[in-house]
């Protein structure tokens, strides 16, 4: 979908992280905190090597991507700092989804002084502890929504305490954010013609007045507009020291970020108040200032990545609005109310994108399958490709625009795939380890970004020892940081040391697994394909050489069948490739309750935990129809990721027999393959309603079963069982009476007496079952010798 925003797209490299120098005569006393006395890495060194540039104007967007959140908010710390550092311009931010909270985030940061932790950052504090845990709360799922947003208004709390202490006096930033409404609204272009219309955009502006000092958050729209657009209810302050009206109205910033980051199903539809500025009257001439203190209109809004997962066109319309120089050179935000003729248009605005699924190396593409398409099959790749078109017309359309857009765009690389990637980027929130992770390759890939700006090698090797290290020892929070450096470039090999030590263990594997996944992938292709693409790795597995190896974690098992177990296999999705990398290098899931030595177990607590989602929101729906297709369709799925049948469900069979049974589980297992099946069988019930006199049978049956995990998927499930029971027949009146042969009808079956009954059955998906049973009769009578039986019959599941 962004195959033209691809070919032109730089590729970028490393970033240069420049803070004030550390006093070159610090010194500490014994048992002095040495940590509170840094108050800034030292960059000077590495600054020194960076040739002086004209300074940048950027604007930056980031797109949608729920857990992958994370990684953006570390790309987005060493990035923004990195700028700060060599005074490039930071003057817009715009997002989606996700992508608006790290777009939020950064605009604060870059309005911060220079922070040198990036445990401070504030995309750290708000993604690091918005995991499965905090999201998810059983008594507070509704029909159309999973998770609550207790845990995002105690993270966002973190970006009001931060506002709260006011912002760097040449702070000027704007941010857009994309959001979509619930609901759409009719908007009538022309008379008598009218369209419906479901994004929406709203943007405003954030001024540093001083720290300490109350910041100014206000609108930023173009009053001239002849199209309505959406004000927030925001007042202007009354001086410097209103703190109370400036934290209000970034409440009322909150509520759109919360709208727009409302992915379906995941969070409800989040409502917001604002009001609509009226178009513009071309006649008048007369231009007011936009306000809208008292809100006109609350209405529900869904992700904003639905229809423009990456607003860059928002950005680029934000930008010839409002953005303008003078004289001297120096580039700002006009007031908007003024004529956009006073002061000619900056039209050298640089824009970087920001998305963690562009790799930096060269991929193969995904074979499509000959012949012709199945229905459903084409219709779900019909879907998918337009909801892919619809997310990317905006990006494609802005191209289309402004061929000269191209040379002043860059698009981010993700040299290294992130965990939080998978169950559609779902991941992240499952593990903490997995956004720590994440967050630092993140960082990387900020670091490999931002130097492109003012290096001509964008690998070019820098002096990270300042930064890294504190009297020739790693500071802890850059550790993990120097340890990637050390893998993912060869200069900076040295630095493989850093990831030594058993605060890293989980660290390390994820690390292991990142390069393996990067050889897998580019073994796959040949030198030649690299082009112009430069990695490492990604080259090294084009010559066929082996993933390098990260010291402290334990070799992958090698078999006679499987040599090379890093490589993911034809068949193997990339998915299924990591969840059996996490389990070869005993990853050890601190959140989902697994010591590495069970890490075999860890696909099972991931669909464990997905299907308590499903199975949360499915009890929520008021109609039966509704509660048991979602539930169907939702075990289907997360038995893709490893196969578990129901604790418990019962059944009704019909057939040779009429049966009704349950089946649960005694143990919580994993997987849970034995079961207990507990059932009463009905025979000869056409024969008592037609009183044939051939007799009823009842027979309630006990005994266990085994699911063939073996052989199971998410489509069939075979089981084996056996089970033994006592047959009560109206022939001999429950056994108190002789069981005649004339009242048996010549078959002693018929009598009442012990069964053991072996037994195999198939459901499909859980819901459809088939089942042949053979009856061994214990009993022998002197009229008949016959001592087994077959019963065939079909029936359903419910649970």
Known sequence: ?????????????????????????????????????????????????????????????????????????????????????????????????????????????????????PTEDLGWKIWMDVGYESLFDPENVSSISVFNRNALILATEEARKTLAKGLREDCDVVVGMSTTRAQARVVEI?????????DEKFVVRLQGQGLGKAPIVENYIDPRSNVAQPLLPLRQNRDDGDFETALRNFDYVIDVLFASMSFPIAFEPQKVRYCYAAPADAQSGIVERPSCETPERTEAFIDGGVYD???????????????????????????????????????????????????????????EEEGEQELISQAIGLVQSFVETSRSRELYELLRSDVELEGRMRLSRAHYPTV?????????????????????????????????????DAYTKLDIDPIVKHRGKYIDEWRPFACLLGFFEA??????????????????????????RTYSECSRLTPSDMGTFVH???????????????????????????????????TESKFSHTLRLLTGYQFEYRDLGLPREKAEKGRYRIRRSILQLLSALSE????????????????????????????????VVIGSAAEAGISWTPFDWEPNWLRLNMALQVKGLFAAL?????????????GPEFELYGITNSIVQPILGVRGGYQFSTVDNFKLDPCLEAAAAGDERRCSQFIVEPYVAVTFIERFRAQLVAEIYAETFRFDDRRYNLLLGVGVHFF
């Open 491 to 516: 200069h900076y090999a040295e630095h493989q040391e850093a990831c030594l030590g058993p605060g890293l263990s989980n660290f390390r594997i994820l690390l292991q697994i990142a390069l393996d």
């Open 536 to 570: 490492q790795h990604c080259e090294a597995a084009t010559r066929r050489r082996e993933p390098v190896k990260v010291p402290g974690v334990r070799p992958l098992q090698q078999t006679e069948d499987d040599p090379e177990p890093w490589r993911r296999a034809d």
């Open 309 to 367: 997962n990456n607003p860059l066109r928002l950005a680029y319309s934000i930008a010839r609005m409002g953005l303008r120089y003078d004289e001297t050179g120096r580039v700002f935000w006009r007031d908007p109310v003024e004529s956009p003729m006073k002061d000619p248009p900056f039209a050298n605005m640089q824009y970087l994108y920001v998305d963690p699924d562009t790799p930096a190396y060269p991929t193969v593409p995904e074979e």
């Open 1 to 117: 979908m962004l195959t033209n925003l691809k070919k032109t797209a730089l590729v970028l490299g490393t970033l240069l992280l420049s803070f004030p120098a550390y006093s070159q005569t610090m010194e500490t006393a014994p048992g002095e905190d040495i940590e509170g006395l840094i108050s800034a890495p030292n960059f000077a060194y590495m600054t020194a090597a960076v040739p002086q540039t004209a300074t940048p104007n950027i604007g930056i967007t980031v797109s949608g991507g729920v857990s992958l959140g994370v990684y953006q908010a570390g790309f987005m710390y060493v990035f923004t700092e990195m700028m700060k550092s060599q005074k490039a311009n930071l003057r817009l931010f715009t997002g989606a989804s996700a992508g608006s909270a790290n777009a939020l985030i950064s605009a604060i940061n870059s309005c911060l002084p220079p922070n040198p932790k």
């Open 420 to 456: 939080s990637e998978h169950l559609y980027a779902f991941m992240g929130f499952l593990e903490r380890d997995f956004r720590v992770f994440d967050y630092y390759l993140g960082m990387y890939d900020g670091f490999t970004s931002a130097r492109s700006y003012f290096m001509k």
């Open 190 to 198: 022309a008379p008598g013609l009218s369209v419906p219309s479901q």
């Open 620 to 651: 929520e729906q008021s109609n039966i129809l509704d509660r048991t297709a979602l539930l169907t369709i939702g075990r289907s799925a997360v038995n893709e990721i490893a196969y578990e049948s129901p604790d418990f469900y019962g059944y």
């Open 690 to 702: 037609t009183l044939d006199g051939t007799g009823l049978q009842m027979t309630p049956m006990l």
